[in-house]
């Protein structure tokens, strides 16, 4: 069965400063890949996705994620974090075409201070 | 657009007490529909997923049932809720061949 590692409970960052949030996961075929965010007090969002092509893909207000097939990594990055980044991060992975089931990781909360 | 609702948003039973989370889904049809929870310090653990009217599949045995009485309405219940029950659920659909999951607000179940 497949298994998504978020290496981080919480991070504390301040303002500005550069995130990034590790994810690794343990399916070795074809993966779709998947950043959700939930604000506190909101519903669970979409932040990014990884189907095929270019293994850097961006997403909603400055994020992006890079697939390392290689170390089966999809690790999420801002290069400047604000204020309204405060939230819960969840890495995400569902085994292509046909799977029914999208596995997440534990989450990550965010917090930055101003 | 597609809009997906799920009720009531928070939810205190005791109990034994038994349980209707509804979910319904507007502006798409035949999609998947699931039911994950949300346990604190967990992660989100796929309870039930329906790929269409009167079929369920259940991942984890546990006090909890699903049904799909409609194309686009999926309800989780319980008979007799136990403490373990309480958590943070959360209706989700998806459509087409590109996986991408979408969630609902949520609902806050407090047994008590």
């Known amino acids: 069965a497949q298994s998504v590692s978020q290496h981080n409970h919480h991070v504390i960052l301040s303002e500005a400063a550069s995130l990034e949030l590790g994810c690794n996961y343990s399916y070795g075929g074809t993966v779709n890949l998947f950043w959700y965010v939930q604000y506190p007090g909101q519903h669970l969002q979409l932040l990014l996705k990884y189907f095929s092509g270019d293994p850097l893909v961006k997403g909603i207000k400055g994020f992006e994620a890079e697939f390392i097939k290689s170390k089966f990594s999809f690790n999420l990055r801002k290069p400047s974090v604000q204020w309204s980044d405060t939230a819960e991060y969840f890495c995400a992975v569902n085994s292509g075409a046909g799977s029914y089931q999208l596995t997440f990781g534990k989450g990550t909360k965010l917090s930055v201070i101003p | 657009s597609q809009t997906i609702h799920q009720w009531p948003a928070t939810l205190v039973q005791p109990v034994g007490s038994p349980l209707s989370l509804e979910c319904t889904v507007e502006?798409?049809?035949?999609?998947?529909l699931y039911w994950y929870r949300q346990a604190a310090g967990r992660g989100l653990q796929l309870l039930f997923y329906s790929v269409g009217i009167g079929q369920i599949s259940s991942e984890v045995p546990q006090n909890l049932s699903a049904s799909r009485p409609q194309d686009r309405q999926f309800i989780l219940s319980s008979k007799k809720l136990l403490l373990s029950d309480s958590g943070f659920y959360l209706c989700a659909w998806q459509t087409g061949s590109r996986n991408t999951i979408y969630f609902g607000e949520g609902s806050w179940l407090t047994v008590v």
């Open positions: 502006g798409t049809s035949n999609p998947n």
